[in-house]
């Protein structure tokens, strides 16, 4: 948590000096939603490692002229995957579904790229806020292998298709372990498409 308060005091410094230069500023709020496809990284001691699920949420959006931007976003994400335990001495015989469900606070810088494109990289803190695992007929609502917190990398476009709706590509890729399997935590990884909504959006020129 103390590393995510460093990249906000760093992105909010970096803000104020791009905006004291900026012909304009753009206020925007909105939702989004869509589906995701995440990878488990396992050291092949989980086989597939692919999962599913969706997510939505809310965000502001803040334009600083016509190529800088920051964004901040609270999402709810749903995964799950069905996989195999292939280590010792399950040898893949094991399986098992993963369930996860985090909430997700992504801190981005934009760069708009004319009207129709902006691409956006940065940080996202992951917080674990409910998890399933199954195996057979027996499953724990809580699994202690899915660890509480972790800190990522995200990167992605945004594709403006009217001045209100847009969509949005984002890879993320977890810094720290998501999971922790025979005492070994992992990343893991997740690309998603949605499609997002401004639903209030305010312009302040810089020369009124």
Not at 7 to 21: D, F, G, W
Not at 167 to 195: D, K
Request: with cysteine.
């Amino acid at each position: 948590m103390k590393t995510l308060r460093l990249i906000a005091i760093l992105i909010t410094m970096t803000a104020s000096a791009v905006s004291a230069n900026a012909q304009f500023v753009r206020f925007s709020f909105g939702v989004e939603g869509g589906g995701l496809g995440s990878y488990q990284f396992s050291g092949q001691q989980l086989s597939p490692g692919f999962g599913y699920g969706g997510y939505g949420g809310v965000g502001f959006e803040l334009r600083l002229g016509h190529v800088f931007g920051l964004g901040i976003e609270t999402n709810y994400r749903y995964q799950t995957g069905k996989h195999n335990f292939t280590a010792e001495p399950y040898n893949g015989e094991l399986s098992v579904r993963l369930s996860q469900q985090y909430i997700d606070i992504p801190m981005t810088i934009h760069l708009w790229m004319g009207q129709t494109a902006i691409f956006e990289a940065g940080f996202l803190q992951s917080i674990l806020v409910g998890s399933c695992y199954e195996e057979g007929d027996f499953s724990m609502a809580v699994d202690p292998g899915a660890l509480k917190y972790h800190i990522g990398v995200l990167a992605g476009f945004k594709f403006n298709l009217s001045r209100l709706l847009y969509l949005n590509i984002r890879g993320t890729y977890s810094l720290s372990g998501t999971y922790n399997i025979i005492g070994q935590s992992y990343p893991a990884a997740t690309l998603s498409v949605g499609l997002g909504v401004r639903v209030y959006s305010y312009r302040k020129s810089a020369f009124k």
